[in-house]
């Protein structure tokens, strides 16, 4: 049966992939994201394949921006029946340089060069507010559709790193580990009307925020994309793709008694110890 999925953050590799698939089923797509270009674009895609999607421009942090949207959509297919919030993302400013802090680290003064003890608040305010508020405002606004009735759900992008934080990244890390905490609360506080909360954690997967991070200009792995793959079981970086078999099946029928769960989806990287 058809159904109106709201997906945020969907101009983006992953979750633009995630639209696609969706619409494959048959389902109405609405492509929400902060760039209205890149959402159409997404939309676009999908309406040519033969599906049905809108792209509609949102701030997943402004509460009266996503009413606004939440109306295109109404208009446009009627009710959500299933939101997966997938914006998100990281700031430079609550990253460290190095992975472990050194004594001689106090007295570097290289421009750009950050520990722990310069990290700056505004960065780390930003990346908690865009992964855990632009999860649960979202949330706050498309889920009142749902209250009561049958086979809705919302979906959360967590990441592997909530499950043992990352190296130089604290601020991304905790925010992922406050989606999967609410995550599991939302799934018991909504337990009683119908609607199940489930996340994705992916690995790692080659986007627009992390390429530069994670390979050279030609190609290659820089040091830290050679350390992930040296730790990742399965040798390789995920595809947008891998992440399509468990959404399908979280958001459809054969997962209504699954709600509470974050399913990690990163070649076996959470499950090893190095050795």
Known sequence: MSKTI???GAGGVLCSTLA???AKEGHNIAVLDLRKEAADKVAETINKNGGTAIGVETNVLEKEALIKSKKVVNDAFGNVDILINGAGGNHPLGTTSNPFFEMEDLNNKAEGFKTFFDLDPKGIEFTFNLNFLGTLIPTQVFAVDMVGRNGCSVLNISSMNAFTPLTKIPAYS???AAVSNFTQWLAVHFSKVGIRVN???PGFFLTDQNRTL????????TERGQQIIDQTPMSRYGEPEDLVGT???LCGEGA???T????????????YSGV
Request: charged share 15%; glycine share 14%; aromatic share 8%.
């Open 247 to 249: 959404t399908l099946w």
């Open 174 to 176: 905790g925010a992922k």
């Open 214 to 221: 994670l390979t050279n200009e030609d190609g290659s792995l």
């Open 260 to 271: 509470g769960v974050v399913v990690p989806i990163d070649g076996g990287f959470a499950a």
């Open 6 to 8: 709201v997906l945020t």
């Open 256 to 258: 209504k008694f699954v």
């Open 20 to 22: 696609e698939a969706l």
């Open 199 to 201: 996340a994705l954690a």
